[in-house]
């Protein structure tokens, strides 16, 4: 059995300023560093180490796995694994969701629509995000058989991992939180995964937790 801890980036500027993120990207806020330093000091007291540590190449996850791991002496582990990376948007990236209404009003439709098929131009769709993603999470999984591994990632990768642990289709809108620096535990064993925990966020006591749909 695989013990795969995933953990989603801290908070973004663009998380704050409501922007779509995809393959582009913006620094951590002052409250995202924090939410991961209170995550790795969490894993510093309870004693937790990893035998692999995996982040998507993107700044904000590369650089949340960095503060995750400083406080365990590991940062010289931390391995890169661009499956890992938030869906891909296209156009849509760097907008908020008016902007994107008024600058591109059939996307906005398509993505309120649900349609796990639907791309934007030179983007993902769903269905592509849970295809690779989800592939790059079950080759990690068995490449560390038996051992503990820490995944950092996005919003749109947890969101994928989940409905697969679950079997959930990809149709139905989410209806499920995706905190910044929560703890999400899947075991994975026999070919499936099952889910241990699930948005943990007992070390942010005293910092701000938003939950937003942007990536």
Request: aromatic share 8%.
């Amino acid at each position: 059995m695989t013990e795969l801890y995933l953990i989603r980036h801290g908070e973004t500027e663009w998380n704050r300023a409501g922007l779509w993120q995809g393959h582009e990207d913006s620094p951590l806020t002052e409250n995202g560093v924090e939410q991961a330093e209170c995550l790795g000091e969490r894993f510093a007291k309870e004693g937790i180490r990893f035998d692999a540590i995996y982040t998507s190449d993107l700044g904000r996850s590369h650089n949340t796995c960095k503060l995750l791991v400083e406080p365990l002496g590991q940062l010289d582990e931390i391995q890169i694994d661009i499956g890992l990376r938030e869906r891909a948007l296209g156009p849509l990236q760097g907008l908020t969701f008016e902007q994107i209404q008024e600058q591109f009003p059939d996307d906005a439709e398509l993505h309120a629509s649900g349609d796990p098929h639907y791309a934007p131009e030179g983007g993902e769709s769903w269905a592509d995000t849970f295809a690779r993603s989800s592939a790059a999470l079950r080759k990690i999984a068995r490449r560390h058989d038996g051992q503990k591994v820490l995944a950092v990632s996005h919003g749109g990768v947890i969101g994928m991992a989940l409905r697969d642990a679950l079997g959930l289709n990809l149709l139905p809108p989410r209806r499920f939180q995706l905190p910044n620096t929560a703890l999400n535990i899947f075991n994975y064993q026999d070919h499936n995964w099952n889910l241990r925990t699930w948005g943990d966020t007992a070390h942010l006591k005293n910092v701000t937790v938003l939950d937003e749909v942007v990536k």
